[in-house]
């Protein structure tokens, strides 16, 4: 991650129906949405929805996969954490009480369920 791979993330998510897509397939995790049914939540015509859909793509902020006769479309996390990761990295410039409360604000708001083994 760089600079550059940042900045291209940053400014495909810096438009209202891209990050309003990129935030509804994120709650769509794993399985990921049809691009109808996207286009359907959002009420966004479906060639306009395509266009948002492709910056997103080429940002790899998310993932096309066909189904069938649907593409399905994920949010890919790993490349949104790289992200958040290259803007927090050493957030707190050698205080880390000032990063405390930033990361509590990142502790997921669901907790995995513990396993039957522990």
């Known amino acids: 991650m760089d600079n550059t791979d ?22 769509h995790e794993p399985a990921g949405l049809p691009a109808g049914t996207v286009a359907r939540d959002l009420a966004v015509p479906h060639n306009t929805l395509s266009s948002h ?13 066909r189904r069938s006769r649907s593409i399905v479309y994920r949010a890919d996390l790993n490349r949104f954490r790289a992200v958040a990761t290259f803007l927090l990295k050493d957030c707190c410039g050698g205080r880390p009480e000032i990063c405390i409360p ?14 039957a083994h522990e």
Do not use: H, K, N, Y
Request: with cysteine; net charge positive; aromatic share 2%.
């Open 6 to 27: 940042v900045i291209i993330a940053l400014a495909a998510l810096a438009q209202p129906t891209r990050l309003d897509a990129f935030r509804l397939l994120v709650r």
């Open 102 to 115: 930033l990361v509590a604000d990142l502790t997921p708001c669901c907790q995995p369920e513990a396993s």
């Open 53 to 65: 859909l492709a910056i997103l793509c080429r940002a790899g902020l998310i993932r096309a996969e």
